[in-house]
Structure formats: C-alpha cells, structure tokens
C-alpha cells in the first residue's frame, strides 16, 4: 500500500468518523480527492469492513434525527433517504426509528403549534393553511385529515 493510499484511507476515515455517511457521498469526496474506480472500491469496502461506513446506520440515524429534531414526516424523510441513494433493506430500517404514537402526537403538536400562529378567521381556510404545513413537513393527508377530524369532534 502507497503513503498515497494510506493517506486518502486516513481522510476517508476521518471523513466517516466525523458524521454518518452513505457510499455516495464518499464517493463523491474521493472523486474530489482524484480517487476513482477500483481504487476508491477498494477504500470503500475498507471503509464497510472497518465500520466507518454502514448505510443502514446511517439511514436509522437520519430519520430518527430529522424526526425528532426537525419534526419531519415519513414522506420528507423516505425523499431525502433516496436523494441519497438509500433504498429497500435500509430504507425500511429507517422507518421503523419512528414510533407511530410518538409520530401521530409529533403531528398533533405540530398542527396545535400552528393553529395558534395563524390569524385568520375563517375556520376552512385555517385547516386549509393546516393540511397544506403538515403536507410541506412530510406528513401522510390521511393521518392529518384523521387528527384534524379528531380536534373538530373534541
């Protein structure tokens, strides 16, 4: 192995270590770096085998974070999984971080946290602006249709 090689695994580690990665963007980081074909292979199945690597702890991590930090739904977070090139097995991993009570209570608090910040009068145009936020933030019409139904009967 070239001082050369053993100098981009060090930077590729480093890189992986920082935060979580997918094979993408390390790709992409190695192509910056003017590391390609077989030899950035060879980084990358270095990378997997040395745990630095993992896209399904990646894809776990993702949506956990975004959903309790940011409070985004499945929707946002499946499109933003898949941006990155993780899908199937991963993907499907991801999704199951996310409790369906706490992400139906997410959207209840989320929704209530809205309703106070609008000023409008008119009770359709406020559930109107309510579906469309809740939409934006990722989340299924059904379940907010099904929570806002909820709020009227309550």
Known sequence: ??????DVLRRA????????RTQREVRERLREWEVEGDEAEEIIAWLIEQNYLNEERFAKTFAGSKFRVKHWGKH????HLKQR???GYN????MKEIESDDYRQT?????DKKKRSLRDENPLVVKQKLVRYAISK????DLIWSVLGEEERN
């Open 1 to 6: 192995m070239t001082d050369q090689t053993k």
């Open 13 to 20: 580690a480093s890189f992986c270590a920082y935060q979580e």
């Open 76 to 79: 946002k977070i499946k499109q």
């Open 85 to 87: 090139g993780i899908t």
């Open 91 to 94: 993907l499907d991993q991801a």
């Open 107 to 111: 959207l209840i608090e989320l929704l």
């Open 138 to 141: 990722g989340y299924e019409s």
